[in-house]
């Protein structure tokens, strides 16, 4: 399958469709080392990060969920941007996402805590000035080094282009630094919220 096959999609998604990204964002992230420091039991992770990802994306207020699709409509890649002005999220829309994420780490309370301090740490260190703030870009698996990813930054950085502001991220993997490096992302900070565990990448990419 080339890169051809793959198109965009911009529609509002449903509840099913947000599930289905969840799961995609729960296999993508099964290996990843911020997600195995909260949950090291392999089925207790897998579980815990598809609620995790769906209680945030179902109130997902004020932002932007873009997907990717391959020939049978399935969703094999996604990004939730949010748009300047738009983080933090409302209270409402908080509040909203607090049950889902105490039910992913729940068999594991001490996950609650050391989490915590990370969207603490994440909030300290966020950009007070005009951004859009990735959230979330991720690729099944089986579908990776396909040109999915670029597919979802080449169609945002336009926009963000456009707006003349910074976009930010944050990414728990150091191997993803040379490719959001690609993109004009550089490190702006390195946070480790928690002893002995895994640090947290803050980039930007400069207004353009």
């Known amino acids: 399958m080339?890169?051809?096959?793959?198109?965009?999609?911009?529609?509002?998604?449903?509840?099913?469709e947000i599930n289905e990204v969840a799961?995609?964002?729960?296999?993508?992230?099964?290996?990843?080392?911020?997600?195995?420091?909260?949950?090291?039991?392999?089925?207790?992770?897998?579980r815990g990060v598809t609620l995790f990802f769906r209680a945030n994306l179902r109130h997902w207020a004020g932002?932007?969920?873009?997907?990717v699709?391959?020939?049978s409509d399935h969703i094999v890649g996604a990004a939730a941007w949010l748009p300047p002005g738009a983080y933090p999220q409302g209270v409402?829309?908080?509040?909203?996402?607090?049950?889902?994420?105490?039910?992913?780490?729940?068999?594991?309370?001490?996950?609650?805590?050391?989490?915590?301090?990370?969207?603490n740490?994440?909030?300290?260190?966020?950009?007070?000035?005009?951004?859009?703030y990735l959230f979330l870009l991720v690729t099944d698996p089986e579908y990776q080094r396909r040109g999915i990813g670029s597919l979802l930054m080449n169609d945002a950085l336009p926009r963000i282009d456009a707006d003349g502001v910074i976009a930010y991220l944050e990414t728990q993997k150091e191997d993803n630094l040379a490719y959001y490096r690609r993109f004009g992302f550089d490190v702006v900070t390195t946070?480790?919220?928690?002893?002995?565990?895994?640090?947290?990448y803050a980039m930007q990419r400069p207004s353009r």
Do not use: C, M
């Open 121 to 132: 740490a994440i909030a300290k260190k966020h950009p007070h000035e005009p951004h859009w």
């Open 69 to 71: 699709r391959n020939q």
């Open 23 to 46: 799961v995609v964002a729960s296999r993508a992230f099964y290996t990843d080392p911020f997600f195995r420091f909260l949950s090291p039991k392999a089925y207790l992770r897998s």
């Open 63 to 67: 932002g932007h969920i873009v997907t």
């Open 2 to 16: 080339t890169e051809n096959t793959f198109r965009l999609d911009h529609r509002t998604l449903s509840k099913q």
């Open 92 to 119: 409402g829309a908080q509040l909203a996402q607090v049950p889902g994420t105490i039910r992913a780490l729940y068999r594991r309370l001490a996950a609650l805590s050391l989490g915590t301090s990370f969207l």
């Open 191 to 200: 946070l480790t919220p928690v002893e002995n565990g895994p640090p947290l």
